[in-house]
């Protein structure tokens, strides 16, 4: 048996090639999905962010509802969602909002300048920093967004924020920046990624054995790094505004001004996977049941939010057709749900 980080990492992904056939396997293909009835998961939330403010779904995207709540005033179009009850984090154009009973009551803890993303630490119990997202660059807090402090970082937007850790991975007006100190200070874009801004990022599930990523430059196209974004190399899609990436398993997700499209070779080949959208600018991905399944997925565009049962071979509406979706969540994470299920 092969040992060591090179070992893993091919059995890893021995691992995530099973998955991705199972996928395109699914006996939903090729079928027009509908969003189950009473909800695949009842006990799930769906979060929406739009240009018209902070949207929410307790069946599985049947029907939405607004969320108000005392204290959102001023709020604007939401940016990002980051729901982990009972504390919320919401950004929008109006700053960085915060509930600590999921949604009722809000308190406003930063309006200098709109919030682009939120990225708190994976264990907020025991951890309370947040990192925020803005146009005038990074953010850094370390009592759970109650006060924000600015990051040494460059002049210009930060567009995303991943924290696959150790590193820090940021989306910029200006490329691609890596921290491996905690944001203390930011290694230079790499080689072979051209100027502009990165619209979106999707990082390896292993990062911390392999370091890759995909990174998407406005209107050239995608980029691959296979050392940690010291060097980079094309990956499609030129031309094209991508504004989100999902890596899930070696299948690699991206939403587009031209529809929703799909690679399941890295970014030499890919399909387009938007029947249904109808000719729809797909703004942000959520697959609300990952890892445990990547099948039903969510897709915020510039008209609605879009469902599918099949990995996104077939799309339908559900609902916002009104609106232009920026961001999407959910809550509990699958996870939790699918343990609980498996104890009972």
């Known amino acids: 048996m092969r040992t060591g980080p090179t070992g893993r990492v091919m059995a890893m992904r021995v691992v995530a090639l099973a998955v991705a056939a199972a996928l ?3 006996p939903g293909a090729g079928q027009d999905p509908s969003p189950p009835k009473d909800g695949a998961v009842t006990s799930l939330t769906i979060f929406a962010g739009t240009t018209a403010g902070l949207r929410r779904s307790r069946n599985w995207g049947t029907s939405w509802e607004p969320v108000h709540g005392k204290g959102l005033e001023d709020l604007g179009a939401v940016r990002a969602i980051v729901p982990n009850a009972p504390r919320v984090h919401v950004g929008g154009d109006g700053g960085l909002y915060v509930s600590e009973d999921f949604g009722e009551t809000w308190r406003r803890d930063y309006s200098e300048q709109a919030v682009l993303e939120i990225v708190p630490s994976r264990y907020p119990l025991a951890d309370l920093t947040v990192f925020v997202a803005t146009p005038l660059g990074l953010m850094a807090s370390d009592d759970g967004g109650r006060t924000l402090r600015p990051k040494p970082l460059l002049e210009g937007a930060v567009h995303r924020i991943l924290w696959p850790g150790p590193d820090l ?10 921290s491996k100190n905690s944001a203390v200070s930011f290694l230079p874009s790499g080689a072979g990624l051209p100027e502009g801004r990165v619209s979106a990022i999707a990082v390896s599930a292993f990062y911390s054995v392999d370091p890759a990523l995909f990174a998407a430059v406005t209107g050239q196209g995608v980029f691959r790094s296979a050392d940690g974004a010291r060097s980079w190399t094309p990956a499609g899609l030129v031309g094209r ?41 797909a703004t942000r991905i ?23 049962g099949d990995g996104g071979l077939h799309w339908k509406a559900t609902g916002l057709d009104a609106e232009t979706v920026l961001c999407l969540a959910t809550f509990p994470p699958a996870d939790v749900i699918i343990n609980k299920k498996k104890k009972k």
């Open 241 to 281: 505004t991508v504004n989100d990436l999902y890596w899930f398993g070696p299948i690699l997700y991206a939403a587009t001004d031209g529809g929703f499209f799909q690679s399941v070779d890295e970014g030499r080949t890919w399909l387009p996977r938007s029947e249904g959208l109808g000719g729809r600018t």
């Open 169 to 178: 991975v940021l989306a910029t007006s200006a490329g691609v920046r890596v």
């Open 24 to 26: 395109r396997a699914s």
């Open 286 to 308: 959520l697959f609300p049941l990952a890892p445990a399944s990547g099948a039903e997925a969510f897709l915020g565009t510039d008209r609605g939010v879009f469902w599918t």
